[in-house]
T-cell receptor, first 110, second 116 residues
């Protein structure tokens, strides 16, 4: 399984945008880029996923580099409820596993 | 509220006990998963079921025995566990897991297991 690299932790101020980076230099052509987050005392929650083009949904935006070797999850206005561990995961379109890496712990200051 | 329901929320068991964790979803999903998560660590995949058949076992010890009685239910039977098996056990489901499927996983909030 191809690996991802994320910073261990990041800090943000409330109501400011947050850019969470992820490197995945060994990504293959069939790998989708998934983002999940895990709030304290809860199971992981799906945020967004994409293959090549940038993606937007109600929770966040996903910006994917042209060579697909990195991506950035963008939270447009951070709230205190966005404090969580954010996981960037590669998942093959050939089926199966969702393997979590170490993730980035995001803290949001009022 | 999560659409994947796990029971019980908390479980304390001795090393000689037999217990079961239960997971239920009513989203019509055909793939179901068990993950184990130790404190301050990411979730680790244990088992994947696809169309009620076990498709992935990540070399999990036999004291953990999964069962998928129907497409909505997933159990994890526990027997002769060790204290180091204490963890949060997460269940998840998705529309599919076979080639071509990349549907998101929906997770429950887990069962917090303590083995004494």
């Amino acid at each position: 399984d191809a690996k991802t690299t994320q910073p261990n932790s990041m800090e943000s101020n409330e109501e400011e945008p947050v850019h969470l980076p992820c490197n995945h230099s060994t990504i293959s052509g069939t790998d989708y880029i998934h983002w999940y987050r895990q709030l304290p005392s809860q199971g992981p929650e799906y945020v967004i996923h994409g293959l090549t083009s940038n993606v937007n949904n109600r929770m966040a935006s996903l910006a994917i580099a042209e060579d697909r070797k990195s991506s950035t999850l963008i939270l447009h206005r951070a709230t205190l409820r966005d404090a969580a561990v954010y996981y960037c995961i590669l998942r093959s379109n050939q089926g199966g596993k969702l393997i979590f890496g170490q993730g980035t712990e995001l803290s949001v200051k009022p | 509220d999560t659409e994947v329901t796990q029971t019980p929320k908390h479980l304390v068991m001795g090393m000689t006990n037999k217990k079961s964790l239960k997971c239920e979803q009513h989203m019509g999903h055909r793939a179901m998963y068990w993950y184990k998560q130790k404190a301050k660590k990411p979730p680790e995949l244990m088992f994947v079921y696809s169309y009620e058949k076990l498709s992935i076992n990540e070399s999990v010890p036999s004291r953990f025995s999964p069962e998928c009685p129907n497409s909505s239910l997933l159990n994890l039977h526990l027997h002769a566990l060790q204290p180091e098996d204490s963890a949060l056990y997460l269940c998840a489901s998705s529309q599919g897991v076979l080639k071509g499927h990349n549907s998101p996983l929906h997770f429950g909030n887990g069962t917090r297991l303590t083995v004494t």
